[in-house]
């Protein structure tokens, strides 16, 4: 897959989270994440990387600060149009409260510096 399309790819889910949500409806957001199905293709372990490079791109070149739940959307969308089952989850600390949304596969935070799991507790996974 090349590098263009992807971050294209990318550049445009950000663009439509953008456009959903300006109709106020997190709850349209979170329906269509989670019924987003995974396409039965098998990509390399390599490809899923591409992804998440093409995430990181596209979030340079959006016009404003890309918030995690947007970004996890959008990667989550991404990664299943391409054959790869992953999962958005949403975590909180108590003290002080913090949120974040992140991307999983098979386990395992996508895309993040630190591991996500360890800070946060998990309330939901889609």
Request: net charge neutral; charged share 25%.
């Given at each position: 897959m090349k590098m263009p399309l992807l971050v294209c790819e990318?550049?445009?889910g950000l663009f439509a989270y953008?456009?959903?949500l300006s109709t106020g409806k997190f709850k349209m957001i979170h329906r269509l994440v989670a019924g987003?199905?995974?396409k039965r293709r098998v990509p390399?372990?390599?490809f899923m990387d591409q992804?998440?490079?093409a995430i990181n791109l596209a979030c340079i070149w959006y016009p404003k600060q890309v918030p995690c739940l947007q970004r996890s959307?959008?990667?989550t969308c991404l990664m299943r149009s391409y054959g790869i089952a992953a999962q958005m989850v949403l975590g909180a600390?108590?003290?002080p409260f913090l949120a974040h949304a992140w991307v999983e596969v098979d386990g395992k935070a996508v895309n993040e510096r630190s591991s996500p799991q360890e800070r946060y507790k998990v309330w939901?996974?889609?």
């Open positions: 990318a550049l445009f953008d456009l959903v987003w199905k995974t390399g372990h390599e992804i998440a490079h959307s959008v990667t600390q108590k003290t939901e996974r889609y």
